[in-house]
Every structure is written in structure tokens, then in C-alpha cells.
């Protein structure tokens, strides 16, 4: 039986509370942690990070990453301060003007990707190049309120000439990138063709916002094709499997899951999207997501089944999974993140930690799967769900993961790897990813409690957090909702002064409020005052180009598939009902309705674990 196509029971998020939300989070808070309690915690989750942070400085820097028993330095990626760099938007975060500048300005004048190192691709994208956008961006814009006097797109050039040293590795017959590319000599002639699906489908995000800060539209452009090359290949079910031949198109491993090898593949359609604009991310995120929902979901766990014929292969919870439920706040659909947290919630409270593999038949971990890596995964989701509802018990949650951490992980110099989740057994490593992303979403998880005072929550732009946790701000010159006419050569209408931005007349105004609106929801279709305010912000931007197609303004082809009226309709109404978190504290809020009947569907977390019924 075929997936029906995805039209989602998605109903509009704005995340934050209707107006009598103050009182509701007081009383709240009342039951469990406090607002007092809040801010310590929070005050400890920022020592945490400098903990880590001033050990990987003092014992490793610049080497990759730290080794956190022995205090000593390692290199792991390519041998460029990988931690340093993942770290950039984070110091930002915290409002740590002094090290962020100073780490800014060592890496402007040191880094050099001019290296002969073979590189993962993916790793390389998430945590470098989305490493060095991210802080660009925030150094560069003095509304983030952390913009360096001195800088000068130092980081933007780095970004640029690492995008390029990464090109070569998607001249594959079906777009889909190889896993690895020499910075230096390209893809090697015995490099492997086979790649996972988040792999070559985990890059557009990076890529794309590379493609509009140096108008050049090659970057979005290969990782677009790559995304329609992963989706040319999915089953007659809209599923994808873990493993693909870039030459071929034929799949190597047919497991379908959310987990390991596939995960932020589902991730990046749908913030694609909503960083973008561009609808062709959305759609396959519908289909995507229905087929999942429908193969995939046995409420509350999810598994992982034969792709072609939807057949039971893993009943496996794995720890990759746990992001899932924070991208379906993101969707909002909440009902389901609900009941899956407190699944995945349960298994870290009875082990302290969650395991690589969790086997859902015989409720034990899964043999040779017994590490905690400080992943963030089951953290991000629990500072999502928590922004949607404001209930009390994903504190408590976030506050068992701190005490967890704390006594089970902490070492001399930073934070280290759990060998073995039953045991609390150390080891001497510590990612990049504990400082760019389990800190942070920590941190943000109680600044909200306390009364948020942070960039994400209070800055100028909203921001779309990359699968490394980077800070991408959907900035006028990103985002596809007031495009301007930022790439060299872009077509401007004889009716648009191209130097000043401004539209001649009324007419025209209404003229490009249409054209805009076929790629964004009546939501955000600017108005005749944000047009006339638009004007050039660099030398490289000419003018606002409202009568530009998509295709136009990024070299692309982009072609509707033909639909009904009634399918038309029904995705209209999935776009209005998908969108970026709101972080305005004076957007539409939930109702206390609502919230109550989000706050019903939870279980708790022993019956998750001991009902038989609930796996």
C-alpha cells in the first residue's frame, strides 16, 4: 500500500502563549523548577561551557578537539581549531564580546584551508562552513549587537574558498555529492561512491545562505540538485534508505528510518523551507514527512522498516532519532513530539544518559551500541518543546540532564565521552558538537525560563539553527521573503531604480506584492511601506527585484508538478501552518485551552518503558 501523500494534520504554531500566558508561567514554574532556580541553571550551564571551552583553549587549541582526561589535543577533522570554530556562535550568544572578537580576528589571520586533507564532506559542511557563516554573520551586522569595529569578512572569505575546495565532490552522474573530498587535490580516484542519504542531503542550508552573502548561485545550486537526486531515487512508498551509489542511483543499505544515516535529511526540507522560502523543499518535506508518519510512527517510537515494502527490519530506538520531536515542533505538530519525547525521555532517566541503541523488543540497550557521545539531540527537542508549551517538566528535564552531566561526564579539563551509558564509564574524547550545540540548547533552555535576554530570542532577525546548532538569521538578503537582486547579473524590471531599490508607483507595489506571494504565505507578503524602505545594503546589491521567478533569481529550473483544486488548496493550507518558531514575544500565542491539551497527552515516563502496549 502507497503512502497517501502528505497532506499533513498540521495546524499553525506561533509557539509562544496566548495573552494570559504570565500568569500560566508562574503558577507553572511554581511546581517545579522556579525562576530563581532558572537562572542558576543557567548561570551553571554557562560555566559548564567555559569549562570546557577554557580546557580545550589551555590543552588542545589549535588542534581539533580536546581530550579531556589526559588534557591533551587531538585532530580529528582537518587540523584547523574545528572546536574553536564550532564554538563561534556560541560565545556570541552568551554576549562574550572579548573572546568572540579575539577568536574571530586569530582565525581571519591563521586559517588556511589550502591543506592536503581528505575530509568528510558533511562534517566539514556542518561544522565548519556552517561554523564560519554563522559568526560572519554576527560579527558583520551591528544590530546582533556583537559586531567587531575591525572585521572585514574575513570568516566570509575562508567560507567562500572551503565551499569551493567542496565542489568537486558533487561531479557525480546523479548530483549526489561523494562523502569525501581532498581540500587540496579534489575527489580521489579511489574515493568511495557510496554515501548515506544525510550525507549528500545535509548541506543545502550552508551552502544556500554561502550562495547569497557572495552571489554566487553554483552553492545552492549543486546541493539542490543533490536533495532532487536523493528524492529521484526514493521507493513507490516516499521512503529513502541509509545508503546510496552516487553513480548509480541504487541503494546499498534499504533500512528507512529517522536515525543514523538519514536524520537530518528530513531536517533540512523542512528548514530549507523556512529559511529560504522555496516551496520545492517544502513539498518533498510532505511527502516525506506522510510516509514517515505513515511506515515509520508506532506511536510513540519509531522504527525502521524495508523501504520498498514498508516490512518491520529494527526495532530500534537510536539516540539520532531524539531530534525528531523538536523538527515536529518546528512542523507543528505537537501531539506526536509530545508522546515520542517522553518515550525517549524515559530512557535517559533510567540510564542517565541515552544509548547509541535502544532495542524497543527486549527494553535494554542494544549490544555494542551502550555509548553517550554528548549528543544534543534529546536536549534540543526538550528546548523546543518547552518554548511551544511552557510546561514545567521539560525544565525538570533539562535539570536532570545538567546533573547527569555534571556527575557523570565532567573530567578535569571539559566534558568526556560515556563508554558505556549503565556503567557511567569514561572515555578521553570530547566532540566539537558538546560546545556548539548541548551547551547551547541548554543554556537557552533556562535564559527562556528566566526571562530571555539572548540574540535568538531577542535580536533582530529570526533564526533557523543549522543540524550543528549554528545561528542562521533569515536576514533580508537570505531570506526569499523580501528578495533583493543580489547576484551579479540578476534582471531588474526598467520599472525598479536599480541603485536606489525604490518602486516607481502604487501600482507597481501591488505588482510585486503578487509576484512575491508565489513563493510565500500571505503572512508575509511585505508591505508598500517595507518596499519603499528597501534599499541597497552592499555595493554587490542593486535594487529590489519583485517580478524575478525563483528560477530567475538562482539559475534554476523549477517546475510545478500539475494539481487539482483541490490539491492546491490543501497546500495552501500546509504552508500556513508550517512555520519558523516565532521568537517575538508579542506574536499569537497558544491558548490555555491548548495548552492544557498538550499538557494531557503526555505520559509518563515509566509506562512508556514497562507498557508492553506503547512500543
Same mark, same amino acid.
Given at each position: 500500500?502507497?503512502?497517501?501523500?502528505?497532506?499533513?494534520?498540521?495546524? @499553525? !504554531?506561533?509557539?509562544?502563549?496566548?495573552?494570559?500566558?504570565?500568569?500560566?508561567?508562574?503558577?507553572?514554574?511554581?511546581?517545579?523548577?522556579?525562576?530563581?532556580?532558572?537562572?542558576?541553571?543557567?548561570?551553571?550551564?554557562?560555566?559548564?561551557?567555559?569549562?570546557? @571551552?577554557?580546557?580545550?583553549?589551555?590543552?588542545?587549541?589549535?588542534?581539533?578537539?580536546?581530550?579531556?582526561?589526559?588534557?591533551?589535543?587531538?585532530?580529528?577533522?582537518?587540523?584547523?581549531?574545528?572546536?574553536?570554530?564550532?564554538?563561534?556562535?556560541?560565545?556570541?550568544?552568551?554576549?562574550?564580546?572579548?573572546?568572540?572578537?579575539?577568536?574571530?580576528?586569530?582565525?581571519?589571520?591563521?586559517?588556511?584551508?589550502?591543506?592536503?586533507?581528505?575530509?568528510?564532506?558533511?562534517?566539514?559542511?556542518?561544522?565548519?562552513?556552517?561554523?564560519?557563516?554563522?559568526?560572519?554573520?554576527?560579527?558583520? =551586522?551591528?544590530?546582533?549587537?556583537?559586531?567587531?569595529?575591525?572585521?572585514?569578512?574575513?570568516?566570509?572569505?575562508?567560507?567562500?574558498?572551503?565551499?569551493?575546495?567542496?565542489?568537486?565532490?558533487?561531479?557525480?552522474? /546523479?548530483?549526489?555529492?561523494?562523502?569525501?573530498?581532498?581540500?587540496?587535490?579534489?575527489?580521489?580516484?579511489?574515493?568511495?561512491?557510496?554515501?548515506?542519504?544525510?550525507?549528500?542531503?545535509?548541506?543545502?542550508?550552508?551552502?544556500?545562505?554561502?550562495?547569497?552573502? /557572495?552571489?554566487?548561485?553554483?552553492?545552492?545550486?549543486? /546541493?539542490?540538485?543533490?536533495?532532487?537526486?536523493?528524492?529521484?531515487?526514493?521507493?513507490?512508498?516516499?521512503?529513502?534508505?541509509?545508503?546510496?551509489?552516487?553513480? %548509480?542511483?541504487?541503494?546499498?543499505?534499504? =533500512?528507512?528510518?529517522?536515525?543514523?544515516?538519514?536524520?537530518?535529511?528530513?531536517?533540512?526540507?523542512?528548514?530549507?523551507?523556512?529559511?529560504?522560502?522555496?516551496?520545492?523543499?517544502?513539498?518533498?518535506?510532505?511527502?516525506? *514527512?506522510?510516509?514517515?508518519?505513515?511506515?515509520?510512527?508506532?506511536?510513540?517510537?519509531?522504527?525502521?522498516?524495508?523501504?520498498?515494502?514498508?516490512?518491520?527490519?529494527?526495532?530500534?530506538?537510536?539516540?539520532?532519532?531524539?531530534?525528531?520531536?523538536?523538527?515536529?515542533?518546528?512542523?507543528? =505538530?505537537?501531539?506526536?513530539?509530545?508522546?515520542?519525547?517522553?518515550?525517549?525521555?524515559?530512557?535517559?532517566?533510567? *540510564?542517565?544518559? /541515552? &544509548?547509541?541503541?535502544?532495542?524497543?523488543?527486549?527494553?535494554?540497550?542494544?549490544?555494542?551500541?551502550?555509548?553517550?557521545?554528548?549528543?544534543?539531540?534529546?536536549?534540543?527537542? $526538550?528546548?523546543?518543546?518547552?518554548?511551544?508549551?511552557?510546561?514545567?517538566?521539560?525544565?525538570?528535564?533539562?535539570?536532570?540532564?545538567? %546533573?547527569?552531566?555534571? *556527575?557523570?561526564?565532567?573530567?578535569?579539563?571539559?566534558?568526556?565521552?560515556?563508554?558505556?551509558?549503565?556503567?557511567?564509564?569514561?572515555?578521553?574524547?570530547?566532540?566539537? @558538537?558538546?560546545?556548539?550545540?548541548?551547551?547551547? *540548547?541548554?543554556? !537557552?533552555?533556562?535564559?527562556?525560563?528566566?526571562?530571555?535576554?539572548?540574540?535568538?530570542?531577542?535580536?533582530?532577525?529570526?533564526?533557523?539553527?543549522?543540524?550543528?546548532?549554528?545561528?542562521?538569521?533569515?536576514?533580508?538578503?537570505?531570506?526569499?521573503?523580501?528578495?533583493?537582486?543580489?547576484?551579479?547579473?540578476?534582471?531588474?524590471?526598467?520599472?525598479?531604480?536599480?541603485?536606489?531599490?525604490?518602486?516607481?508607483?502604487? $501600482?507597481?507595489?501591488?505588482?510585486?506584492?503578487?509576484?512575491?506571494?508565489?513563493? %510565500?504565505?500571505?503572512?508575509?507578503?511585505?508591505?508598500?511601506?517595507? @518596499?519603499?524602505?528597501?534599499?541597497? $545594503?552592499?555595493?554587490?546589491?542593486?535594487?529590489?527585484? &519583485?517580478?524575478?521567478?525563483?528560477?530567475?533569481?538562482?539559475?534554476?529550473?523549477?517546475?510545478?508538478?500539475?494539481?487539482?483544486?483541490?490539491?492546491?488548496?490543501?497546500?495552501?493550507?500546509?504552508?500556513?501552518?508550517?512555520?519558523?518558531?516565532?521568537?517575538?514575544?508579542?506574536?499569537?500565542?497558544? %491558548?490555555?485551552?491548548?495548552?492544557?491539551?498538550?499538557?494531557?497527552?503526555?505520559?509518563?515516563?515509566?509506562?512508556?518503558?514497562?507498557?508492553?502496549?506503547?512500543?
Amino acid at each position: 500500500m502507497e503512502a497517501p501523500s502528505a497532506q499533513l494534520p498540521f495546524f @499553525f !504554531l506561533f509557539l509562544l502563549l496566548s495573552i494570559s500566558f504570565p500568569i500560566f508561567i508562574q503558577n507553572s514554574l511554581a511546581d517545579g523548577v522556579t525562576p530563581h532556580e532558572a537562572k542558576q541553571l543557567r548561570d551553571e550551564v554557562r560555566e559548564m561551557f567555559y569549562h570546557a @571551552f577554557n580546557g580545550y583553549m589551555k590543552h588542545a587549541f589549535p588542534l581539533d578537539e580536546l581530550r579531556p582526561l589526559s588534557c591533551e589535543g587531538e585532530d580529528s577533522l582537518g587540523g584547523y581549531a574545528l572546536t574553536l570554530i564550532d564554538s563561534l556562535d556560541t560565545l556570541a550568544l552568551l554576549g562574550d564580546r572579548e573572546q568572540f572578537a579575539a577568536s574571530v580576528e586569530w582565525i581571519g589571520k591563521n586559517l588556511r584551508f589550502d591543506i592536503n586533507k581528505t575530509v568528510s564532506l558533511f562534517e566539514t559542511n556542518i561544522r565548519v562552513l556552517g561554523g564560519l557563516l554563522s559568526a560572519h554573520l554576527i560579527a558583520s =551586522d551591528h544590530t546582533t549587537g556583537m559586531k567587531i569595529a575591525s572585521y572585514e569578512n574575513q570568516l566570509l572569505d575562508l567560507a567562500e574558498d572551503l565551499g569551493r575546495r567542496l565542489l568537486p565532490a558533487f561531479d557525480t552522474p /546523479t548530483g549526489i555529492p561523494f562523502g569525501s573530498v581532498n581540500l587540496l587535490y579534489g575527489v580521489d580516484e579511489h574515493e568511495s561512491k557510496i554515501t548515506s542519504t544525510a550525507g549528500g542531503g545535509t548541506l543545502t542550508l550552508e551552502f544556500g545562505v554561502l550562495s547569497r552573502l /557572495t552571489n554566487d548561485p553554483i552553492f545552492e545550486r549543486v /546541493t539542490k540538485n543533490a536533495v532532487r537526486g536523493l528524492w529521484a531515487c526514493r521507493s513507490k512508498l516516499n521512503l529513502v534508505g541509509a545508503h546510496i551509489n552516487v553513480f %548509480t542511483g541504487e541503494w546499498t543499505q534499504k =533500512d528507512a528510518g529517522i536515525g543514523t544515516s538519514i536524520d537530518s535529511f528530513y531536517e533540512y526540507l523542512l528548514k530549507a523551507y523556512l529559511l529560504f522560502g522555496d516551496e520545492e523543499y517544502l513539498f518533498i518535506f510532505q511527502e516525506a *514527512y506522510g510516509a514517515v508518519m505513515h511506515y515509520l510512527f508506532n506511536d510513540p517510537w519509531y522504527v525502521e522498516v524495508n523501504m520498498d515494502s514498508g516490512a518491520l527490519v529494527w526495532p530500534l530506538f537510536n539516540s539520532l532519532q531524539a531530534f525528531w520531536p523538536g523538527l515536529q515542533v518546528l512542523a507543528g =505538530d505537537i501531539d506526536p513530539a509530545i508522546r515520542t519525547h517522553t518515550a525517549f525521555l524515559s530512557v535517559w532517566k533510567r *540510564y542517565g544518559f /541515552t &544509548p547509541e541503541g535502544f532495542n524497543l523488543a527486549t527494553l535494554s540497550v542494544q549490544h555494542g551500541q551502550k555509548s553517550y557521545p554528548l549528543r544534543p539531540e534529546l536536549i534540543e527537542s $526538550t528546548y523546543w518543546l518547552y518554548k511551544a508549551t511552557r510546561n514545567p517538566r521539560y525544565l525538570d528535564a533539562g535539570r536532570d540532564m545538567v %546533573t547527569s552531566l555534571q *556527575y557523570g561526564a565532567r573530567c578535569p579539563c571539559g566534558y568526556c565521552h560515556i563508554s558505556d551509558v549503565e556503567f557511567h564509564k569514561q572515555e578521553d574524547h570530547m566532540e566539537s @558538537f558538546f560546545l556548539a550545540e548541548t551547551v547551547k *540548547y541548554l543554556w !537557552l533552555l533556562f535564559d527562556l525560563a528566566a526571562g530571555p535576554d539572548n540574540l535568538v530570542e531577542n535580536g533582530p532577525y529570526k533564526y533557523v539553527f543549522s543540524t550543528e546548532g549554528h545561528l542562521l538569521p533569515a536576514t533580508p538578503q537570505i531570506s526569499l521573503v523580501r528578495e533583493h537582486c543580489s547576484y551579479l547579473g540578476a534582471f531588474c524590471k526598467s520599472e525598479v531604480e536599480p541603485e536606489s531599490g525604490n518602486i516607481n508607483n502604487a $501600482t507597481d507595489v501591488e505588482e510585486a506584492k503578487r509576484s512575491f506571494s508565489e513563493g %510565500t504565505t500571505s503572512a508575509e507578503i511585505p508591505s508598500s511601506s517595507d @518596499f519603499s524602505e528597501l534599499t541597497s $545594503t552592499t555595493g554587490l546589491i542593486r535594487g529590489v527585484c &519583485p517580478g524575478l521567478t525563483h528560477g530567475q533569481k538562482f539559475g534554476i529550473t523549477y517546475i510545478r508538478s500539475k494539481m487539482t483544486d483541490d490539491s492546491v488548496n490543501k497546500r495552501e493550507t500546509v504552508e500556513k501552518h508550517l512555520t519558523v518558531v516565532e521568537t517575538d514575544q508579542n506574536s499569537r500565542h497558544l %491558548t490555555s485551552h491548548e495548552i492544557n491539551h498538550y499538557n494531557s497527552q503526555e505520559l509518563e515516563e515509566e509506562d512508556v518503558l514497562n507498557d508492553p502496549h506503547a512500543i
